[in-house]
């Protein structure tokens, strides 16, 4: 049947349906509408120049909510919403942020999407957008050294130093830096149990000499006191360094016997006999020999000193070589 139009003007007989509509042919009336479209997908071109729309699935890391809503689910936008407002000029923006202290990045072995990477130890993000080393580096291997024991450590242990021979130091002997090694202790020096080294004592060979050292200080004139005793014997015997003996005698009347003893040949001696108020009688035993031309008699004078000069040719005999009586102080 033919459809006229009515008042004069044109009639449209027939109306099509075109790309992505419904509802034709229509003849007489009916409804055009948008066809349906495939779930979770857009409208749109996505070719380079203008032309018919179609679906536009959606890829990888996006979702639809409703309602209007798409959403990233990956990379930097992990969870934002990215928004399509309505108006005749439509405009997509986020309306979230990422994840608190990530950063954006592929931490695949080939390329792909960036997603959040998150910050590990040692690194701080700052809120000024700076990455940062917030520790030093670490060690994966430690080798125990010279003089070091504990070693090789892979996961965790103790360094320390090597044993040392009993009685002996660490430090290094040759005449340039280098390793240090056990230094053992030498004659002379002694190394106590506290840790501390000592010089081993006043060590002086004394034999055919007359020197003597005492409390560090080298010693050849040195004089000792002997004290008489009435019927007893008084040995002249002065040790190395002591060169002068005096003999006190006592202060009442009596007889003290004194014997030689020299300490070894060769040694000399200054020898004093100091009398008292009261006088007593030095008798010289047969250790002692007068020299050429020389007789002792026992002084006489109170109060005074008998000196004689004597030499030992044979570490036995005491030989008088001078002889002063009566001397007064």
């Known amino acids: 049947m033919p459809i006229s139009g009515g008042g004069g003007g044109g009639g449209i007989t027939r109306i099509v349906t075109g790309a992505n509509l419904t509802g034709g042919t229509i003849i007489a009336s009916g409804t055009i509408g948008l ?8 409208f749109g071109n996505s070719a380079t120049v203008a032309g018919t729309l179609a679906s536009i699935v959606l890829g990888g890391g996006l979702s639809f909510t409703s309602p209007g809503t798409i959403n990233t689910t990956m990379g930097l936008f992990a969870g934002t919403g990215i928004e ?21 990045g592929n931490y695949g072995t080939v390329a792909g999407s960036a997603r959040p990477v998150a910050i590990g130890s040692n690194l701080t993000l700052t809120p000024g957008g700076t990455l940062n080393a917030s520790g030093g580096g670490s060690a994966t291997t430690i080798v125990a050294g010279a003089n070091l ?10 360094i320390g130093l090597a044993t040392l021979a009993a009685s002996s130091l660490f430090g290094n002997f040759g005449t340039v830096a280098g390793t240090m ?59 190395s360094g002591t060169a002068w003996v005096v003999l006190n005698m006592p202060t009442v009347a009596g007889t003290v016997t004194v014997a030689a003893a020299p300490t070894f040949p060769g040694q000399k001696s200054m020898f004093d006999i100091k ?55």
């Open 35 to 42: 066809q349906t479209l495939v779930a979770s997908s857009l």
């Open 84 to 104: 399509i407002s309505p108006g005749p000029t439509s405009t997509v923006s986020l309306d979230s942020a990422q994840t608190a202290s990530t950063i954006l």
């Open 149 to 158: 024991t504990g070693g090789t450590i892979i996961a965790s242990g103790t």
């Open 181 to 239: 090694a056990a230094v053992a202790i030498g004659a002379n020096i002694t190394l106590s149990s506290s840790g501390t080294i000592s010089a081993a004592g006043n060590v002086v060979t004394a034999a055919n000499t007359g020197v003597a050292l005492n409390s560090g200080t080298i010693q050849i004139d040195n004089m000792v006191t002997l004290a008489g005793t009435n019927a007893g014997t008084t040995t002249i015997a002065p040790g």
């Open 275 to 329: 009398y008292g108020t009261t006088l007593s009688t030095p008798s010289l035993n047969s250790g002692f020999v007068m020299g050429g031309g020389i007789t002792y008699t026992p002084g006489t004078v109170v109060n005074s000193i008998d000196r004689m000069e004597l030499a030992s040719p044979d570490g036995t005999h005491w030989v008088v070589l001078a002889l002063s009586q009566g001397g007064t102080l």
